[in-house]
């Protein structure tokens, strides 16, 4: 708003107002005893058109951002920490039960046992929030001594931790919550409310799917894959508990049988042939390719929520393969043995299989 306020401008201003009889040159008097104050005022200015931008939704940035949408009743979701499945065995592989409470390390992480699944398997929380809680997995070292312990494995991941949402992701709920109104049980407060649990990346609503007063809500987790049993049971009983269905004890109104039912993977198999720079051989290439195919899958899975079906496409795969420093072309590439785009259900998200390159 304020770009044209410079320097120069402010000063040549300034000078103008100074009478022609009068020496303007720079190093004159009246030059050097204006130019200080000219350099103030364009500061000012420049502040100025900052905290313009941070007064709008649109360009407001951290805490700016937070305090416009808080107005609203949408606040920033903090980080919050994995849940993940712990298995402990004693002597012999016997699984072994252990003390609810007690901690285990792996590299420089801390997971507490919170509760117990089944004998010798405990869901852990990550003590160190957001995403790097999902991130490890294997042997888990007492930080106490356990009597009779002889092994603790870390393995799969119940509640995504979360990282600190961003604003892009803060500004797109802003703008949800005020352009499509939520009320009563409609396709936005579900959307919201769904949405809006930890451990939730996006939601899709299928109304009346099974006869009026039927709600099938399809989840992905916040890491952009399939959520695990844990949390698409959490949901469910915040939402719409199984027992008392349709009562009203969540979320949903009264009157509302709502299911909860997680993505599914479809796995996706890529052949193709690639034609390399002088002196370039396929093992030099092979895991970047991978890499390359990999992020647009996952760029699929972030969009998810707004495509009625996801479709893996031939020619985006080979425009991300071309990108590959030593990839001169790429020729007859199939997607689990066929040459056409992949189109997946309503439910599905592509998930990388096997990468063969000739």
């Excluded at 770009?3 to 020496?23: A, H, K, Y």
């Excluded at 009743?73 to 409470?101: E, Q």
């Excluded at 915040?238 to 997680?262: E, K």
Aim: aromatic content about 6%.
């Amino acid at each position: 708003m304020y770009e044209g306020q410079t320097f120069d401008t402010i000063l040549q201003r300034m000078l103008d107002r100074v009478p022609g009889d009068v020496d303007k040159r720079e190093g004159s008097i009246i030059h050097d005893a204006l130019a200080p104050a000219a350099a103030e005022l364009a500061q000012m200015y420049a502040e100025l058109d900052i905290n313009y931008n941070l007064s709008f939704a649109d360009t407001a940035t951290g805490d700016f951002l937070s305090r416009i949408t808080a107005q609203f009743g949408v606040n920033r979701k903090p980080a919050t920490k994995a849940r993940r499945k712990g298995a402990f065995f004693g002597s012999g592989n016997v699984p072994m039960n252990v003390p609810i409470g007690s901690r285990y390390g792996i590299d420089d992480l801390t997971y507490v046992v919170i509760d117990q699944i089944s004998t010798g398997v405990f869901t852990l929380e990550c003590e160190t929030a957001g995403i790097v809680g999902n991130q490890k997995f294997g042997a888990l070292l007492p930080i106490v001594n356990i009597s009779g312990l002889s092994a603790a494995n870390l393995t799969d991941v119940l509640v995504p931790g979360e990282d600190d949402e961003t604003d892009d992701a803060l500004r797109k709920r802003y703008y949800e919550t005020v352009n499509e109104p939520a009320f009563g049980g409609n396709m936005a407060d579900y959307k919201q409310k769904i949405g809006g649990i930890a451990g939730v990346g996006a939601v899709k609503i299928t109304p009346a799917w099974s006869g009026g007063g039927t709600v099938l809500a399809t989840i992905i987790a916040s890491d952009w894959g399939v959520p695990s049993p844990a949390l698409t049971n959490q949901v469910q009983t915040i939402i719409d508990p199984t027992v008392n269905s349709g009562l009203g004890y969540g979320f949903a109104p009264i009157g509302h049988t709502v299911t909860i039912a997680g993505v599914t993977d479809l796995i996706v198999n890529v052949e193709t042939t690639l034609t390399l720079a002088s002196g370039v051989t396929i093992g030099q290439v092979q895991a970047d390719v991978r890499a390359a195919i990999d992020a647009y899958l996952l760029e699929l899975r972030k969009d998810w929520a707004n495509q009625v079906q996801l479709v893996v496409r031939v020619a985006q795969i080979e425009a991300r393969i071309l990108r590959v420093q030593g990839v001169d072309d790429v020729t007859g590439t199939t997607l689990n043995g066929s040459p056409a785009n992949l189109t997946l259900t309503d439910a599905q998200i592509p998930k990388l299989g096997a990468v063969t390159t000739h």
